[in-house]
Nanobody, 123 residues
Framework: QVQLLESGGGSVQAGGSLSLSCVAS????????MAWFRQAPGKEREAVAS??????TYADSAKDRFTISKDDAKNILYLQMNNLKPEDTAIYYC??????????????????WGQGTQVTVSS
């Protein structure tokens, strides 16, 4: 199993920025594909972005505002969020799997999840 610990959530006004981090530890025996998902109150969990050893993939809601990156040496995943909007308010979850994900924005592709970190954007 891979343990994931998110940090960096908080409250910000619309137009502001936040940076999330996720540290992976445990049974890491090959390259990880890692991703951020989020779940707003009363809504289903949705993908934000993912990254493997080749390239990032973004959901439409994250394009041009969010940047995902990964430090493979330290097994840390990042999400830089700019120009935040109230609709970005959600619990943000880190997810990971070994190897390449066939559908990187599909949560069924991931078998390791963090506990989540709250992001609140006020108008």
């Amino acid at each position: 199993q891979v343990q994931l610990l998110e940090s960096g959530g908080g409250s910000v006004q619309a137009g502001g920025s936040l940076s999330l981090s996720c540290v992976a530890s445990g049974d890491i025996y090959s390259s990880l594909t890692m991703a951020w998902f989020r779940q707003a109150p009363g809504k289903e969990r949705e993908a934000v972005a993912s990254i493997d050893s080749i390239e990032p993939t973004y959901a439409d809601s994250a394009k041009d505002r969010f940047t995902i990156s990964k430090d493979d040496a330290k097994n840390i995943l990042y999400l830089q969020m700019n120009n935040l909007k109230p609709e970005d308010t959600a619990i943000y979850y880190c997810a990971a799997r070994h190897g390449v994900a066939p559908s990187p924005l599909d949560e069924d592709n991931y078998n390791n999840w963090g506990q989540g970190t709250q992001v609140t954007v006020s108008s």
